[in-house]
């Protein structure tokens, strides 16, 4: 079993910039591909962004593309999202997910392609 925790979430004024890390553990660890979701009050999960495990390719969603920033450390097993320039709109609980079976790229926006899922951190940006 695979264990994704978030953490890094919290509070912030519009414009303001916020990372979250997700630590990945559990029976030897391989992702092929890790993501970034997240789901506001009465809307549903939506894809954030994405980063292939071994080449490192990274996939946004058009509303968070140019503020924020996916990366990962191999060693650390550990996949962050850099969030800068943040908006009322980016209030929502970010979820970290893993995908131990990547092959296509177009499917990384899909919340279906992934294997496990963290526990989410809450993010709220006031105006």
């Known amino acids: 079993q695979v264990q994704l925790v978030e953490s890094g979430g919290g509070l912030v004024q519009a414009g303001g910039s916020l990372r979250l890390s997700c630590a990945a553990s559990?029976?030897?660890?391989?992702?092929?591909?890790m993501g970034w979701f997240r789901q506001a009050p009465g809307k549903e999960r939506e894809f954030v962004a994405a980063i292939t495990w071994r080449v490192g390719g990274t996939y946004y969603a058009d509303s968070v593309k140019g503020r924020f920033t996916i990366s990962r450390d191999n060693a650390k097993n550990t996949v962050s999202l850099q969030m800068n320039s943040l908006k009322p709109e980016d209030t929502a609980v970010y979820y970290c997910?893993?995908?131990?079976?990547?092959?296509?790229?177009?499917?990384?926006?899909?919340?279906?392609?992934?294997?496990?899922w963290g526990q989410g951190t809450q993010v709220t940006v006031s105006s």
């Open positions: 997910a893993a995908d131990s079976h990547y092959v296509l790229s177009y499917r990384l926006v899909e919340a279906n392609e992934y294997d496990y």
């Open positions: 559990g029976r030897t660890f391989s992702a092929a591909a």
